[in-house]
């Protein structure tokens, strides 16, 4: 198969899908309920035109790396922690898990009460899924340094700090990495989530601080617009995508020596 | 001889190790009183079945673990931690995934807070007298088992440790690489230079011939609990890699064979049941 073929020959399955689609769904009056292919690439051009897709984006992504870097900035020194101390662990895992438990949608109502619905809900949120995979990925990352390594930093003369800086950190950052990666995609998922339960009454206080959740739960309940759901529901796709590889590569940078 | 003479580097009196085993297993007697004196600059090989406590004696030397019962000395003062003057070379290499070649080489100057420059030197040297010029910049993944081998010794050697404690550095490579870092290993200690500086090494092996080729003593452990079974002396001259293919050095490995075979043999017979 040539180059050109390789590239092209998916984007003409694609293309012919979306044009059976169009027709289908012009054909079977549907529109309103079922997105428009053309619909689409209409709401994406109105919404990047005016600004609400950027606006709604750039503060859900806001409160998304906010949460997550308090996640990290909690989790990290915890699982550490239990990953290096037995007797932490055997006290600390029973309660970790049981709040793990709780899934992070279920105190929603709790963050709103406490916080209010100026987007601090959806940020404890955030927070409180992504700070799980942090914290669990940095323990296990951390017991399962090989012993050897601590014996032999000792026995080169490395004291309790540098072995926490030169063994335990490196030792534990892969791990700690994936764990990061993880915990973004949680957090991505729960802001969408926090949004959408707390969406509605935004829109009547009229707040200007709606993300990409509040947006759609407007679009679902005020605008009726079936076709721009879809298109949050793509960007939403593309944006955890993006970080993922972002993530990925930042890794490669980072730690040359996980490259096999 | 004076190196009979002088005071021992290290003395381990009566030392006996208990482990508690695992998921409330009981106890595990790993060692029972041992008692030895290590010579300065004196290169010692221990020998003995596999699971009689070779690794934990060199571990309480290193000062990863602490004896049970008795007492260990180095230099007259008891052993308290792990300390850059005992430097280990692990059987497993040890090395830091995350460190280069020259990373993990100038980590022990680097620990010792050594200055960038000079460490880096020295640690560009060590890599060129191991043979790994060249290899400087690689990950210890990017190694091969040889390699990995002779950059855990330049590692070692960086921090010119008085004692060298050695567990199986060489079991995992493969045969012509084995003969090949013996004989560095030989050079690099000093080998048929009389010197009164040259380092300790306690070097334990599952290979009686590489304990014969090497060793001005070999300590023979009996299997658990480890205990001494026989301390054997090599009057070998030196330099001892030309002696590779001695009648003498297969007499000795045949003489010793005959003291551990039983055993080797028992231990074999435990494990089976
Ligand atoms: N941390 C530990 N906890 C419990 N038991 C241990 C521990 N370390 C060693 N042992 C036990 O002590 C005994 C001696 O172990 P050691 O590793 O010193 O033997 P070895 O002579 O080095 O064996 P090999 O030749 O297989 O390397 C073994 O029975 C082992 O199971
Ligand atoms: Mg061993």
Known sequence: MSPAMRIGLPFAVVAIVLVAWEIAVRASHTQGLVPLPSGVVHSALALTEDGTLFSALGSSLERVVIGFAIAAAIGIPIGLAIGTVPVLDRTLRPVLDGLRGVAPIAWIPMAILWLGVRGDAALFVVAYAAVFPFILNTSEAARRIPRSLFHAAESLGAGRLLLIRSVVLPGALPFVFTGARIAMAFAWGSIIAAELAIGIKVQTARRAVAGIGQLMVDTLYVRRDVDALVLYMIVIGIVSFLIDSGLRRAQARLMPWTQR | MDAAMSKPIIRLDAVSKTFQAPRGGGMVEALREISLDVRPGEFLSIIGPSGCGKSTLLSLVAGFLSPSAGEILFEGKPITGPAPERGVMFQDYALFPWRTVIGNIEFGPFARG????????????????????????????????????????????????????????????????????????????????????????????????????????????????????????????????????????????????????????????????
């Not at chain 2, 990950?139 to 590692?155: D, T």
């Open chain 2, 114 to 273: 050594v200055g960038r420059r000079a460490r880096r030197d020295k640690a560009g040297e060590l890599a060129e007298l191991v043979g790994l010029k060249g290899f400087e910049d690689r990950y210890p993944h990017e190694l091969s088992g040889g390699m990995r081998q002779r950059c855990a010794l330049a590692r070692l050697l960086a921090n010119e440790p008085k004692v060298w404690l050695m567990d199986e550095p060489l079991a995992a490579v493969d045969l012509q690489t084995r003969i090949i870092l013996q004989d560095e290993l030989l050079r690099l200690w000093g080998d048929g230079v009389e010197s009164a500086d040259r380092p300790t090494v306690v070097f334990v092996t599952h290979g009686i011939d590489e304990a014969v080729l090497l060793a001005d003593r070999v300590v023979v452990l009996a299997r658990r609990p480890g205990r001494i079974k026989a301390v054997i002396d090599i009057d070998l001259p030196r330099p001892r890699a030309p002696l590779r293919s001695v009648p003498e050095v297969a007499r000795i490995v045949d003489q010793l064979w005959s003291v551990i075979r039983d055993e080797a043999a028992m231990a074999i017979a435990e494990e089976g049941n």
